[in-house]
C-alpha cells in the first residue's frame, strides 16, 4: 500500500486519500473479501472503488486522467458478466489491490509494456498469440507505437466482439486497426505501407462492409486476431502458401489463384499498369463520350428551335406537308414484343443503377436507408442480383426474337451502313447552319444504331464482369486475382458510362427533345404518329406510304 499511489498520498498529507477503512470497512467489520458483504467482494469492488473515482469534484481537484472510469466499466463485458454471476475481471484485477501504481510506472500492471501480462492473468491463450505476433514482439523490444491490447479493446470500457459498439466488432475493427495503420506518425516512424485502409474500402469486401454487410471480410478476418504476422512469415494467415486456406473460410474451393495478385490494389501504382491505363482508358472514355453527346444535343435542340421558328414565322419548304385536319393517324413502331423486352431492359437497368451505386456510395443520402437493410442479409445484394437476371432474360429473349420474321427485318434495319456516316455528316451540316435541310432518316437513324449496339456491347461487358463477380471463387480456379480487381474496375465505369450515355443521350431524344417533350409515348403504345414519323424518319413514311398504295384497291 504504502509503494501505491495512495499510500504516497497519504503519506504527503493529502486527507483524500484512501486508507484502509475506506476500502475495507471499519475496524470491527472487516469481513474476508470472499464474503458478498465485504466492500472488496469482486460484486463491490467497483462500487467501492467508485466513491472516489466516480465523485466528479475530486476527480477534477486531484488530476485523476479517467474521469468516468466507473461509468464506462459498468458498461463492459466484465461488469455484465459480474452481474450475471460470472467471474470477470475487477479494478484490482488490473490495478492490483494495494500496490496501485501511475500507469506511466514501468512497475505498474497497467504500464504500457505489462498490460499484455496483465491481461494474460485471464486471458492466456490470447496473450500467448500476442506476444508470438508483430505486436506482441514490438512491445517487449521497447516499442511505444505497436498496439497492446488496450488499444484495441479499449481500457474499461471493453465490450464484447459481438456488441455492436465494441471496437473489435465487425463493424468497427477496421477503423480500429486503421486508428495505427492510417496515423502519418506511425508508418513514417516504422515504414509501414499507407493507404490500406482506402485500398481496403474501395474492394469488394470494403464496399460490402461500408454498406452495412456485417459477413464481409474485414481485417482480421484476413490478417487474425491476436496473432497478426508479417506475410513474410511462412505461420502468417496472409502468407502466399496461406492464402488459400484464409480466404477458404469463406470462399470454400479457393485456390492457388487467390493469392496471384495484389490484394490492397491501387489504381496509381505503378505495378498496377492494367489496371492503371484501363481506367484512364475508361475516364477519357466517358469525358469524350459525354461531352460528345451533350454537344450534340445542344445542336440538335437549337437545330429543332430553329426547325420550329421557321415553321411559326412561315413554312419550312422540308416541312409544308405538315398533316392539318381530319383525324391523327399512327403507325406501328414497336410489336408488343418489342416493348416488353424494352420494358424488361429499362426496369432491370435502373435497379441495377440503383443497387450498384449504393455498393460504391453506401454513406449517400439516397442509398442510406438500402445500405441499413443489410444488417446481416445482403438485400442489396439479391436485388442486384434479381435485375442482372431480369436483364439477361430480356438479352436472351431478344437474341430468340432476331430469329422471327419481324426480328430478321429489325436486325437488318439496325445493321451501320455507309449512308448513315453520310446523314450524320448532313445532319452536323444543318446543326452547324451549313445545310439547310434536315436529313432523310429511314427507319432508324444513325443515334438510334449507335445507342443500340451501344447497349448489346455494355450487356456483354457487363455480363462477363458481374457474373465473374458473382462466382468469384469459381472463376478464380481459371484467372489470377488480379484479373477479378479488372472485372471490378470495368464493371464500375461501364455502369457510370452507361447510366450517363442514357441520361444524356437517351432521355434527351425520347423526353426532352423539341417535339417530344414530355415523352415518346412509343415504348408504351407501340404507336407513332403520322406527323412525328414524317418528320422523323421521312425514307421509311415514304415507304409505308408507297406500301400502303400499292395494297389499297383501285
Sequence with gaps: YQAGVHGKAAAAGVQEAPRCRDCH???HAVVPSGDPASPTHPTKVAETCARCHADRALVERRGIPIPLAFQLYEKSVHARALTAGKDAA?????????????????????????????????????????????????????????????????????????????????????????????????TEKYGLPGGRLATYEDSFHGLAARGGNLIAANCASCHGFHDVRPS???????????????????????????????????LSAPANAVLLWVRRFYLLTIVATVGGMLLHNALDFFGKA??????????????????EGGPRRFHLRMAPAERWQHGLLAGSFLLLVYTGFALTYPEVWLFRWLAALEGGHAWRSWI??????????????????????????????????????????????????????????????????????????GTV???????????????????????????????FYEAVLASLAILVWHFYSTMFSPGIYPMNWTWITGHVSEDLLRHEHPREYERLQAAAAVEEPP
Excluded at 496472409?238 to 495484389?262: D, S
Excluded at 430553329?306 to 398533316?323: F, I, M, S, T, V
Excluded at 488480379?482 to 464493371?491: I, K, M, N, S
Aim: charged share 20%; net charge neutral; proline share 6%.
Design 384 to 457: 442486384h442480383r434479381g435485375a442482372a437476371l431480369v436483364l439477361l432474360g430480356a438479352a436472351a429473349w431478344h437474341l430468340a426474337y432476331l430469329a422471327s420474321c419481324r426480328g430478321r427485318r429489325f436486325l437488318q434495319d439496325m445493321l451501320p451502313r455507309f449512308q448513315d456516316l453520310r446523314e450524320a455528316l448532313q445532319n452536323m451540316a444543318y446543326l452547324f447552319g451549313v445545310r439547310r435541310e434536315w436529313p432523310a432518316f429511314d427507319r432508324f437513324s444513325y443515334i438510334e444504331k449507335i445507342e443500340y449496339w451501344a447497349v448489346i456491347w
Design 306 to 323: 430553329r426547325r420550329h421558328y421557321r415553321q411559326q414565322a412561315g413554312p419550312a419548304p422540308a416541312l409544308e406537308a405538315d398533316h
Design 90 to 186: 475487477t479494478c484490482n484485477d488490473c490495478h492490483a489491490s494495494h500496490e496501485i501504481r501511475r500507469a506511466t510506472d514501468p512497475e505498474s500492471r497497467v504500464y504500457r509494456g505489462n498490460i499484455p501480462n496483465t491481461c494474460g492473468t485471464c486471458h492466456a491463450p490470447e496473450t500467448k498469440a500476442y506476444l508470438d505476433s508483430i505486436h506482441g514482439q514490438a512491445v517487449m523490444q521497447g516499442s511505444t507505437g505497436s498496439p497492446v491490447c488496450t488499444d484495441c479493446h479499449g481500457e474499461h470500457s471493453i465490450r464484447a466482439v459481438q456488441d455492436p459498439e465494441s471496437r473489435v466488432s465487425p463493424a468497427a475493427v477496421t477503423r480500429t486497426c486503421a486508428a495505427c495503420h492510417e496515423a502519418l506518425r506511425i
Design 232 to 266: 513474410r512469415d511462412p505461420q502468417s494467415s496472409i502468407h502466399p502458401a496461406n492464402l488459400p486456406e484464409t480466404c477458404g473460410t469463406c470462399h470454400p474451393g479457393a485456390g492457388e489463384n487467390f493469392a496471384r495478385g495484389v490484394i490492397h490494389t491501387s
Design 25 to 27: 470497512g471499519s475496524s
Design 461 to 491: 461487358i457487363m455480363a462477363v464482369t458481374g457474373l465473374g463477380l458473382w462466382f468469384e471463387t469459381f472463376a478464380l480456379r481459371f484467372v489470377p486475382l488480379w484479373v477479378l480487381d479488372l472485372f471490378t474496375l470495368v464493371h
